[in-house]
């Protein structure tokens, strides 16, 4: 199968390369203001991954990723994509910031 479609695999590769690049290149013009925190690329980025990160914590039915009076609320949006991929960064023990890397690599392939 790999032979038949392998023009497609290395643009799926690329494609990849391609999301992951720009935090790659932030990080080095940043140099030592760098501070551990990828910038956002699309302007909806920090708040699924602050469900995520909420999934990963235990509190995947959150009302609201980013205060914790209301983690016990209902949803804000439908949980069930954040608690999926919540699951490997638990498994693997990544932190959100390798996670976000992998994902934006994989994904998108």
Do not use: C
Not at 31 to 60: L, R
Not at 78 to 89: D, H, K, R
């Amino acid at each position: 199968m790999i032979k038949k479609h392998w023009a497609i695999l290395i643009l799926a590769i690329f494609i990849g390369v391609l999301m992951v690049l720009p935090y790659f290149y932030f990080e080095s013009r940043l140099g030592k203001d760098y501070k551990g925190i990828f910038p956002e690329i699309v302007n909806d980025e920090f708040f699924y991954y602050a469900e995520i990160n909420d999934a990963v914590s235990g509190h995947f039915m959150a009302g609201n990723a980013y205060l914790w009076e209301h983690k016990n609320e209902l949803p804000q949006s439908i949980f069930l994509t954040e608690y999926l991929l919540a699951q490997p960064i638990k498994l693997f023990n990544l932190d959100i910031n390798t996670a976000r890397l992998i994902y934006n690599f994989l994904l998108p392939i």
